[in-house]
Each structure stands twice: as C-alpha cells, then as structure tokens.
C-alpha cells in the first residue's frame, strides 16, 4: 500500500497489527511513524533486529504487558533478521549459490516461521512495526530489497516508500506550503524542486525556514532564501521558470 493508504487508515483506527515499512524514502515513512505514536495510547517500543534476534522479539509480542493492554512495538534495521549467508549476498552481491544461510536453516530461518505463526494469529492489542529501509526499491538494490520482501513475505501489509518524482514533490510541496501557510510562486516551487532533486525531507526543511520570511516567495528571492540551493542549478532555473511564469 502507499504511505497515502497507511495514513488513511491510521485516520479511520483501521491499524493492521502487523506491517512492513519498506523502502528508503524518509519523509512519509516520517509521517507514517508519527501517525502511528499519535494514534496510540502508549508510547513506542523500539527494537533492533540486528541486537535482538526476530524470534526473541516475537516472543515479547506474544508476553502480556502488566501496564497496559496495548502495545506499539517498532522494529528496526530489520534487514539485520535475514539468514546470515542470505544478507551477506545482498550487500555483498555475491552468489546465492554459495550460501548455507539459502538453505532456510538456523535462528534467522526460525524466526521466519515464527514470523509467519505470529501474523496468522497476532496479540491483540499489540501494534507490531517491522521497519526494512536500508535498500531501495530499483536500480542495483532491487534483488536486495526483493529478497527482504521474501523474507518477510507473511506479512500480507506493507507500505511501499518509493522516491517522490519531480510531479510528486511538487505536489507534496504545495500541500504543506498551504499548511504552512507559505505563499509560494509556481515558477519558485518548480525551483526548489528541480534544486533539491524532488528530495521531499529537504523540501520540508527548507519551508520551514521559508515559513520565517513572512512574505511571498518569488522565483527572484529564491536564490537568496535557499544557500544550500546556490550551488546547484537553481540560478539558471529560476531564470528560466520566472521568464516562462510570466
């Protein structure tokens, strides 16, 4: 599902007692997190899966808590969980043809069945978040990010963090411009996106400050309000967006 689904869900109390976040973009999966704290009544437990095995942790889902009826359990680094010869070929891209960790065997294996025992029949009350964020989704990481998926393949809700494209961010940049209540020139927007390579978590730091200027943004002033921006294109953009704005 995307991140856009997730939230929706969240909104309407409609939170799967187990998910996978996977994918590297932050923003959303920023958003997503704190819709999830928001939503619950206790605060979130954080896990590593490359400190606590994925059995270990399982077991502590299954334990009832004496203080509240609800948990949010929040597992990171979860690429860690993997068979040992399985994640070593994924970040070292070398042949699965000669890894034992393949085979399915060991405590990393177990814990996928375990995983997979857990989901058909989950605590009640508990929220459990399996967070997979260290690989992308094309390119180079794809198998890697594949053989996650496989691995966690019980777990019938994930959320796919994908990279904005230039239209996305443009689109997400107006949204929280309006929340913000940041008046923005298209030909500006158009800038910083193009400036920031559609980086949405930069986007968002950079209005924030926008936000203390006070006054609209114009493609003009955009040089002068963005440093980090100077160095890059933006000039010649500006130029060229504020000449065809008009």
């Known amino acids: 599902m995307t991140p856009a689904q997730f939230l929706g869900r969240v909104k309407r109390g409609d939170i799967p007692p187990v998910c996978l976040f996977l994918g590297q973009e932050g923003y959303n999966r920023a958003r997503c997190k704190q819709a999830l704290i928001e939503a619950s009544p206790v605060p979130m437990e954080r896990f590593d899966?490359?400190?606590?095995?994925?059995?270990?942790i399982l077991d502590d889902a299954r334990a009832m808590s004496l203080f509240?009826?609800?948990r949010l359990m929040f597992v990171g680094n979860a690429e860690a969980a993997l068979p040992r010869g399985r994640a070593a070929a994924a970040a070292a891209s070398e042949d699965d043809s000669d890894d034992e960790g393949e085979a399915g065997s060991g405590p990393s294996a177990?814990?996928?069945?375990?995983?997979?025992?857990?989901?058909?029949?989950?605590?009640?009350?508990?929220?459990?978040?399996?967070?997979?964020?260290?690989?992308?989704?094309?390119?180079?990481?794809?198998?890697?990010?594949?053989?996650?998926?496989?691995?966690f393949g019980a777990i019938a809700e994930v959320v796919e963090f994908r990279a904005f494209d230039a239209a996305?961010?443009?689109?997400?940049?107006?949204?929280?411009?309006?929340?913000?209540?940041?008046?923005?020139?298209?030909?500006?927007?158009?800038?910083?996106?193009?400036?920031?390579?559609?980086?949405?978590?930069?986007?968002?730091?950079?209005?924030?400050?926008?936000?203390?200027y006070g006054r609209p943004i114009t493609a003009e002033e955009l040089p002068l309000l963005v440093?980090?921006?100077?160095?890059?294109?933006?000039?010649?953009?500006?130029?060229?967006?504020?000449?065809?704005?008009?």
Do not use: C, H, Q
């Open 168 to 212: 996305g961010a443009r689109t997400e940049l107006d949204r929280m411009a309006k929340a913000r209540n940041v008046s923005i020139e298209p030909a500006a927007a158009e800038a910083l996106v193009e400036a920031l390579a559609a980086d949405v978590g930069r986007i968002s730091v950079e209005l924030e400050k926008l936000a203390l």
């Open 49 to 56: 899966a490359g400190e606590t095995v994925l059995a270990a």
């Open 110 to 151: 177990k814990g996928a069945d375990l995983l997979g025992s857990y989901v058909k029949d989950p605590t009640p009350g508990v929220t459990l978040v399996i967070e997979a964020s260290r690989w992308d989704f094309e390119g180079e990481e794809k198998a890697k990010s594949e053989r996650v998926r496989k691995f």
């Open 68 to 70: 509240s009826s609800e």
């Open 227 to 246: 440093p980090d921006a100077r160095e890059s294109t933006i000039f010649g953009l500006v130029n060229a967006l504020g000449r065809r704005d008009r």
